[in-house]
């Protein structure tokens, strides 16, 4: 069992402090408010909006439908990371049933909660960038985003085709992943959800795919007047688009040549505690964009996401100085790029690095 070491421990402390006193003194809660609201109405109706206009009828040419569809996946994008992501944090609402409602809206993305949450909040946040751990850096042998991981000749060239690849996260999510991580899961005996047992979680799993399928495919074979080849075409550039999306966000933060991979001693202990480790393999990009970092939920902001991932993400640019503050006086990094597309450029240079011996 990996341990976290108690070095540095006192930076936490002092930044928990300096962070409560933030919202204390301002009188304000952590958790999303009316702006969380607003948000994920309109990333809802960006990504509902055009299926329902297609299947009404309102739009009947082939470059139209397309086009919806292609809309459809910057929603689908968008409620990903700025309603489901909070909600299944914990962070969307200071209601528990506010954010399981909120936190199911995976079920709409095609994925699986369950899943989500153990793989996310658990590996991820737990073990950020850890050989082993973290899922997020262990895809397909055809990718190699760890330096821990064997080296393939084939990886020499992972700069240039790893986007494609990515733009298969959620397709890929609604055929395979969630099944088989349910069944890694389940052999490894992780409780994914309180009490409930694991047939009633498969056959929630079944359902939801099926509905997803019927809601998402079938119905717009069913009614959209175009051939049943576009159709099946706009709901792959859907996926398409939004996997590249969600793949180009979240990869920048970690993978890139600021980051480290830190690994257990022979004792299994990391050398920093949990909160300085998320400094070390975490990377923030655009803070200055406003409106870049209100459509992606906030997450160019990832240093402050890990190490408060129960705060909404609407107070990230706040509390983002306290951070960097407290970094500062304990003389750890903070990692920042410029822009998205520097942050985009650094992961492409790490992806060659990691391509080569």
């Known amino acids: 069992m990996i341990r976290y070491s108690k070095n ?34 309109f990333m809802g109706i960006v990504y509902l909006a055009p299926l329902v206009l297609m299947i009404a009828g309102v739009f009947t040419s082939v470059w139209a439908v397309l086009a919806c569809w292609l809309v459809m996946g910057l929603g689908k994008s968008g409620v990903g990371m700025a309603t489901m992501h909070d909600a299944n944090h914990g962070s969307f609402s200071k209601q528990k049933r506010v954010n399981k409602l909120f936190g199911n809206s995976m079920y709409l993305l095609g994925g699986f909660p369950p899943n989500w949450r153990y793989q996310h909040n658990t590996l991820h946040h737990g073990y950020t960038n850890v050989e082993g751990h973290d ?29 494609i690849l990515y733009s298969l996260m959620t397709i890929s999510w609604i055929i395979s992943k969630d099944f088989s991580r349910f069944k890694k899961y389940k052999n490894n005996g992780v409780r994914l959800s309180g009490k409930r047992t694991y047939r009633s979680l498969m056959t929630e799993l079944i359902i939801s795919k099926i509905a997803y399928y019927a809601i998402f495919l079938v119905v717009p074979l069913l009614t959209i007047p175009v051939a049943w080849y576009w159709i099946v075409a706009g709901f792959l550039l859907m996926h398409f688009t939004a996997g590249l999306v969600l793949a180009s966000i979240f990869q920048t933060a970690h993978v890139v040549p600021t980051s480290e991979y830190p690994m257990p001693d022979e004792n299994g202990e990391l050398n920093n505690n949990w909160a300085a480790h998320q400094l070390y393999t975490t990377c923030n990009f655009a803070p200055k964009s406003r409106i870049f970092s209100w459509l992606i939920g906030g997450l160019n902001y990832q240093v402050e996401h890990h190490l408060f991932p129960n705060i909404s993400h609407i107070h990230y640019p706040k509390i983002s100085a306290i951070v960097q503050k407290k970094a500062k006086e304990f003389e750890l990094p903070y990692h920042e790029t410029r822009t998205f597309l520097g942050a985009v450029w650094q992961h492409a240079r790490m992806l060659k690095m990691l391509g080569r011996a």
């Open 8 to 41: 540095k421990i006192d930076f936490l402390t002092e930044l928990r402090t300096s962070v409560n006193d933030y919202f204390k003194d301002n009188n304000i809660e952590p958790y999303g408010n009316k702006r969380i609201i607003v948000k994920t109405v």
């Open 135 to 163: 899922e997020d850096i262990a895809p397909p042998e055809v990718l190699r985003l760890s330096p821990h991981r064997p080296l393939k000749k084939i990886h020499r060239y992972q700069h240039l085709y790893a986007w």
